[in-house]
């Protein structure tokens, strides 16, 4: 069996689907400040 990563992220990071925006914020942002398009939390494992 793999050991299981031990990455565990400091902060919420947040990348933009349209214009490639990263940033970090303490809540899920509703969208993007820089378009207003959709955001993905990046901070997590994306199994």
């Known amino acids: 069996m793999a050991p299981a990563d031990p990455y565990t992220p400091s ?10 925006y990263r940033g970090t914020a303490a809540h899920t942002p509703g969208s993007c400040p820089e378009c207003s398009s959709s955001v993905k939390n990046i901070g997590v494992p994306q199994e």
């Open 11 to 20: 902060g919420a990071y947040y990348e933009c689907h349209s214009c490639g």
